[in-house]
């Protein structure tokens, strides 16, 4: 698959790193770039494809092969993307 837009600088929150792999944080960074949102349902899909349109926030989720739900988010800029569990958000 390829990027739809740019990750920026990588960041994860200690309690991700903690608890998901990095193979399932690598995988899903990819997903995100790539425009698959993951675990969102339709009404957060359709903002993640207008916010792609009009450089907004753009955010997934995903469940780790542990089963660790966690999400990404990249900033309206691009310049960041966040790798981080619920309960950091």
């Known amino acids: ?18 608890e998901i792999t990095h193979d399932d944080i690598l995988t899903a960074l990819g997903r ?12 957060d899909r359709q903002a993640n494809e207008r916010a792609l349109l009009k450089d907004t926030r753009l955010v997934s989720r995903y469940r780790a092969t542990n089963g660790t739900k966690f999400y990404i988010i990249t900033e309206w800029d691009r310049s960041l993307t966040t790798v981080l569990l619920p309960e950091d958000y």
């Open 1 to 18: 698959m390829s990027a739809k837009f740019s990750l920026g600088a990588l960041h994860a929150t200690l309690n991700a790193l903690a």
């Open 32 to 43: 995100h770039a790539a425009g698959d949102w993951g675990e969102l349902d339709e009404e």
